[in-house]
């Protein structure tokens, strides 16, 4: 039988109640990621964010949420050694718009833009590389850099584009908001990574 694992994340709840830590099941990957450079197979482990994620559409997997990465704040010029992972949903049961996240709308205050709202519940993982091969457990002690990212930096996915299902969930480079990553351009483009 294969085993889950669990590590320690943080869950931003789109009720407006206060973030707090919670237990990111994990299971053993059973495919290979050609991003993930040096990860064993033996080692890979899925994240399973979406049992967080209220109304999200069932039996579809991983196709259901996406992930954006968290290598750096506005003026580091350095990638954080334990990067991040925000983790949201992109695809509801019934096809309607996700609530906004009221936790992260209160703490952008001002540089709120609806366009770019994060919506639903989002969870956010720690990771030991910047090469996202393996989680680790976050804490509170997390909350103030990530409080930090989410004040300046809105959903990767404009609204309009999850309310149109034939429209791509990837935005296109014109429309997309500017990461803190100076990754690659093929790093955009990836798959769900590995763990």
């Known amino acids: ?33 050609p991003h993930a450079l040096q990860a064993s197979a033996d080692d890979a482990r899925f994240p399973h964010p979406e049992v967080y ?8 997997g991983p196709r259901a949420w996406h992930y954006q990465l968290v290598e750096a704040l506005d003026g580091m010029n350095k990638k954080f050694t334990n990067p991040y992972i925000i983790y949201f949903p992109v695809v509801s049961r019934d ?13 952008q205050g001002r540089l709120y833009r609806e366009e770019y709202a994060w919506r639903g519940n989002l969870i ?9 091969s393996q989680m680790m457990n976050a804490s509170m002690a997390d909350f103030p850099i990530l409080k930090n990212y989410l004040s300046t930096h809105g959903s990767p996915i404009k609204v309009s584009e999850r309310l149109h299902p034939t429209a791509p969930l990837v935005p296109s480079s014109a429309e997309h908001v500017p990461s803190t990553s100076e990754a690659a351009p093929e790093s955009e483009n990836r798959e769900h990574p590995t763990y």
Do not use: W
């Open 1 to 33: 039988m294969d085993q889950l694992y669990s590590f320690d994340a943080i869950l931003f709840p789109a009720d407006g109640r206060p973030p707090h830590v919670v237990a990111l099941m994990t299971s053993p990957a059973s495919f290979t990621n």
């Open 95 to 107: 096809g309607m718009p996700f609530p906004v996240n009221k936790s992260v709308r209160e703490i």
């Open 124 to 132: 956010i993982a720690k990771y030991r590389d910047a090469r996202f």
């Open 53 to 60: 994620m209220d109304y999200i559409a069932e039996n579809i």
